[in-house]
């Protein structure tokens, strides 16, 4: 194999040279810990109008962190007690909250599939549950852009994440009124929880915006 059959540029990963499969496995473990902790947090607090901002501040989050990536210079005392500890966009706040959402609308979802039964279509059922990955995977798309610097390609991201969004909001509601009412609380949280992540979309884009500006 030839230089020609690898990729040419400057990345040279985001992670330590050092580290090994097992390393790499503790921490995204101790992400999944995170992203549990901010679930639970939101589940707790799930009926207040600001909850997304109740569970970032238990979470230790300022409102900065809400933004695009941060710089070195702008890691946290904690994050610098570790030299050797690699960042990722696994640590972007936004990234935590954007799996913590896509869980809680999996796990609403199952509900509301479990209560509904043959109420609900295997099509109906596919075309949320893809509508539910698309707008997540666009979010996560939008982070890394933002963590690279690149704005522009972030906003479109997160435009397409919206787009998912809208799209899931009209899939739920149309979905057959008995299958809704036969689990109401379920229903409710999914629309709830697409909100939230809307809402999330919009917050990111205004910093992305607000960056540029500033260039």
């Known amino acids: 194999m030839d230089d020609g059959d690898h990729p040419q ?11 090994g499969e097992a390393d790499w496995a503790g921490y995204l473990h101790r992400n999944d810990l ?4 901010f679930l639970s947090y939101y589940t707790e ?17 300022e409102n900065a962190d809400w933004g695009p990536g941060d710089t070195a210079e702008d890691l946290s005392e904690d994050e610098n007690e570790n030299p050797d500890l690699p960042y990722c966009i696994h640590q972007h706040p936004v990234y935590v909250v954007a799996r913590a959402l896509g ?12 209560d509904a039964g043959p109420l609900l279509t295997a099509n109906d059922a596919t075309n949320v549950v893809l509508s539910f990955w698309d ?9 890394n852009a933002t963590d690279t610097g690149d704005l522009p390609l972030a906003l479109v991201h997160m435009k397409r994440a919206l787009s998912s969004i809208n799209y899931a909001i009209g899939l739920t509601a149309g979905l057959p009124s008995a299958a809704r009412l036969s689990s109401a ?18 917050r990111v ?10 260039k």
């Open 45 to 61: 607090v799930k009926a207040l109008p600001d909850r997304l901002d109740i569970s970032a501040r238990r979470m230790g989050w």
């Open 9 to 19: 540029g400057d990345f040279d990963g985001s992670g330590n040279a050092s580290w």
């Open 34 to 37: 995170e992203v549990g902790r």
């Open 185 to 202: 609380e379920a229903t409710q949280d999914i629309e709830a929880t697409l909100f939230d992540l809307r809402e999330v979309c919009l």
């Open 103 to 114: 869980l809680e609308l999996s796990r609403s979802f199952q509900r509301l599939c479990t």
């Open 135 to 143: 707008s997540q995977h666009q979010v996560i798309m939008a982070i």
């Open 205 to 214: 884009m205004a910093d992305c915006r607000w960056d540029e500006k500033k």
